[in-house]
């Protein structure tokens, strides 16, 4: 198992993780905030955080060894230190944004209606609602319009006669927006789940349960009264089924489609993990459809957004642009075929692995080490790809990752017998024919290419090549099947074969296909 994987299961404690998170100003504003309190510098919720802030993995067995706190006591002691880092946070300048104002308005609003200074709070309510308004954020102006409904039938102003009215149809407006916003967002959802949980579409039956459950819960809408949340969860939700579906022109149009909504800077700092997001699917389906001029413009745009600081940074988002970036600069060296210049980012990669891992999902980690892999099988340092291939493969820690597992071990063969490991590919085949065995999506691309690479053991030397061009000629009729092609978005087989019917290494097979496709 991984380096990451276990020290993961060590820290895995929320309040642990929290501590971890908190930047140098963010751990000055607790001190500070907690000395505003008054008698609460020595107070044991203090010294837990102080004690917890220095120590390098949760032990719960050290932390009461300590004095600080009884086994008793240390649950509530936690969930108060929470509580009190939260409120900290949320006293943060760099935490003010506009849904956090426009909540804090409301709050200040509420307190005021409850004192009975109706006035001072339908003041208050007006101007968080042309906030809210303003900044897209319909459901929190709802709920500011609803309040607003409550005092109006106790404090009637008598300056519009039509108050009422006016309050009723911005609230069915709302509404109206909240409903089509909710509806889109589930769908988007739950077509990525779906995505995640089953993998493509591959046979005829899932295309027409997943093209009718598409149809079946888009609701109905204006696209000219849309919004900008809204219309960005319909693309969303559109880029999700044709991901599913394997239309990946269609997810270059969708993905265009998310990224220009954000045509201004305004949006970019209100939403920046909604234009992350928008930004790496762009990049994704430009690598998908093998677009390398866009690719290159869209990741140095990217780079150059991120060098001049115009996508707000913070702990959430800084995380996100190390992951899309630097998949998308490994995706870079592989479409261009020039792996071993991509060789510098594994370090990188590795210390922010190394810096995140608190944070940081173990699905994405075994997808960079994939990304690795490839990059070294590229290079042809196959012992260094068998190397990261195994952190997958002895990775007890992925859900959702089946073809990630599936095409780690066909790669893990093809690195072996590459190697020269011939004395081993007989127990990796028989283990990964084992494990794929226990897929129930099993591809013909994949059972194809099994078969062919045991039998490569009983073949003379001298019949090498034309066993490659046999086994090349099987696999490629599936290379632009609906259902099978998606075993070459993992792994180019193909690729690697005419590498060997060739004679080449395989970046100049790549090298050579991009020519051709730029011609």
Not at 139 to 165: C, G, P
Not at 304 to 314: A, G, R, S, T, V
Not at 347 to 375: E, M, P, Q, S, T
Not at 499 to 517: D, F, G
Request: net charge positive; aromatic share 12%.
């Amino acid at each position: 198992m991984s380096k990451y994987v276990t020290s993961a299961n060590q820290q895995n404690d929320a309040l642990f993780v929290l501590i971890k998170s908190l930047t140098k100003s963010e751990k000055r504003q607790f001190n500070l905030y907690v000395g505003r309190l008054g008698g609460n510098v020595d107070a044991k919720f203090f010294s837990l955080f102080k004690f917890l802030e220095k120590l390098k993995a949760y032990d719960e067995k050290v932390i009461i060894g300590t004095g600080i706190v009884s086994k008793q006591q240390l649950s509530n002691l936690k969930a108060h230190l929470y509580k009190q880092i939260l409120i900290s946070l949320r006293l943060n300048p760099a935490h003010k944004n506009v849904r956090i104002q426009i909540r804090e308005q409301l709050d200040f609003a509420t307190v005021l209606y409850q004192k009975g200074l109706y006035k001072q709070s339908l003041k208050l309510l007006d101007k968080a609602k042309n906030m809210a308004l303003e900044n897209e954020e319909k459901n929190i102006a709802y709920e500011i319009v609803e309040l607003e409904k409550v005092i109006e039938t106790q404090y009637i102003t008598r300056s519009l006669s039509n108050r009422a009215d006016q309050l009723s149809i911005q609230a069915k407006k709302l509404s109206q927006h909240n409903v089509i916003a909710s509806k889109l967002s589930n769908l988007s959802l739950q077509l990525y789940s779906h995505l995640l949980q089953n993998g493509y579409v591959k046979n005829e039956d899932e295309l027409q349960f997943v093209n009718t459950y598409f149809s079946d819960r888009m609701p109905k809408y204006n696209y000219t009264e849309l919004g900008f949340r809204e219309r960005l969860w319909l693309n969303k939700a559109h880029l999700w089924h044709s991901f599913l579906v394997q239309d990946f022109l269609l997810s270059y149009k969708y993905a265009k489609k998310c990224v220009d909504l954000f045509d201004n800077s305004k949006l970019i700092n209100l939403h920046p993990v909604f234009y992350l997001k928008s930004k790496n699917y762009f990049l994704e389906a430009s690598f998908l459809v093998k677009n390398l001029t866009v690719f290159t413009q869209e990741l140095t745009h990217f780079e150059k957004e991120i060098d001049q600081k115009l996508i707000p940074m913070n702990t959430n988002t800084e995380l996100l642009i190390f992951l899309y970036l630097y998949s998308n600069k490994l995706h870079l060296h592989f479409l261009k075929g020039n792996f071993e210049k991509g060789e510098y980012l594994v370090g990188i990669i590795n210390d922010k692995i190394d810096k995140f891992k608190n944070r940081l999902d173990n699905h994405y980690v075994v997808l960079l080490y994939y990304k690795i892999a490839c990059l070294y099988f590229g290079m042809g340092k196959n012992k260094l790809c068998i190397a990261y291939l195994q952190k997958i493969i002895r990775s007890k820690n992925i859900s959702a990752a089946e073809d990630l597992q599936c095409f780690a071990r066909i790669l893990n063969l093809i690195a072996h017998y590459e190697c020269g490991l011939d004395y081993d590919l007989e127990r990796q085949f028989v283990e990964t024919y084992k494990y794929l065995l226990k897929m129930e999506n099993l591809q013909e691309v994949q059972k194809v290419f099994l078969t062919s690479i045991k039998d490569l053991n009983d073949v003379f030397p001298h019949e090498i090549k034309n066993e490659f061009k046999k086994i090349h000629a099987k696999l490629k009729v599936f290379e632009n099947h609906p259902y099978e092609k998606r075993a070459f978005l993992y792994l180019d087989i193909l690729s690697w074969l005419e590498s060997k019917i060739q004679n080449k290494p395989i970046a100049e097979i790549i090298k050579e296909k991009n020519r051709l496709r730029i011609k």
